[in-house]
């Protein structure tokens, strides 16, 4: 007789708290959440969610408590801990199932502009890890170097395509707007320029993009919106050539070993695997 699968369910609930606490690390302003750094603290009252889990190494299950949190490739989680008996020095905690993820998040405080991480974890997106010679080559498009572009067709410089940072996740205010990114010198909201993002009043650029190559290609409007929403690649239009151009800002390291992320499951690849 058929029934719910509840193996499926649980694996979806542990997903999703997963979710919940790589967001509620990052709101705090980085990769890591760190609750104390000492076996010291063990004994104190000092904040630390003691959870039930086993060390990795064995099938044996003990209390331990929690000294940091911190995210790894942008999806993955490692917790570390001290055991409550025993060793005194820190270590990774082993296979946590969803209530000690649970824990772990409510000990985590509120920040102003997030008191609930679940509707935030519902708008990440999934990214998955591949190669940037997969990315580019996703679509089967030809593309020919041509360095010499900026020196002869000024438009390109006017004509990119809307940025597509798919590791970035926005702030979203209590109606559920987007918080556009602002400038960290005078709040002025930035606008795209070229490349980048500048502020238009104090000229300040966040995280500087350099292109390093120029490559012309054969790709279609339909072309250049998927490659760029689904991969981040950057493009900008030629009118001289009447052609997009595909903007490249990393150069002397093989396209098959440059680390990338995409959103498109398929295209998950390890460094050095091709599409």
């Not at 750094?37 to 904040?47: I, V």
């Not at 911190?70 to 409550?84: H, Q």
């Not at 170097?145 to 410089?157: A, Q």
């Not at 909201?189 to 500087?208: H, K, S």
Request: aromatic share 10%; net charge negative.
């Amino acid at each position: 007789m058929k029934c719910t699968d509840a193996d499926s369910i649980f694996r979806e609930v542990q997903r999703q708290i997963e979710k919940e606490l790589i967001v509620a690390v990052q709101v705090h302003g980085g990769d890591e959440y760190i609750f104390f750094e000492t076996p010291e603290d063990l004994a104190t009252d000092k904040d630390g969610p003691i959870v039930i889990a086993d060390d990795g190494y064995s099938n044996k299950e003990q209390y331990w408590k929690v000294s940091k949190v911190a995210v790894v490739n942008t999806t993955e989680l490692e917790i570390y801990g001290f055991p409550m008996e025993g060793e005194e020095y820190e270590r990774q905690i082993g296979y946590l199932e969803a209530r000690q993820l649970q824990l772990i998040i409510e000990a985590i405080p509120a920040t102003e502009k997030v008191k609930n991480v679940t509707s935030k974890a519902n708008r990440m997106k999934k990214l998955y890890h591949t190669n940037f010679s997969v990315a580019v080559s996703w679509c089967n498009n030809d593309i020919v170097l041509c360095n010499k572009l900026p020196e002869i067709d000024p438009s390109i410089w006017e004509n990119f395509e809307p940025l597509v940072n798919l590791e970035y996740e926005p702030e979203y205010d209590e109606d559920g707007e987007e918080i556009k990114p602002k400038c960290e010198e005078c709040g002025t909201e930035l606008q795209q320029d070229g490349p980048n993002w500048i502020c238009p009043n104090c000229g300040e650029c966040e995280d500087p993009v350099e292109i390093y190559q120029w490559y012309i290609t054969d790709c279609s409007q339909g072309d250049v919106r998927y490659l760029s929403e689904a991969f981040g690649l950057i493009f900008t239009y030629s009118d001289l050539l009447d052609c997009y151009v595909l903007c490249v800002t990393h150069y002397g390291t093989a396209w098959d070993h440059v680390d990338w992320v995409t959103t498109n499951p398929n295209a998950e690849r390890k460094l050095g695997e091709k599409k």
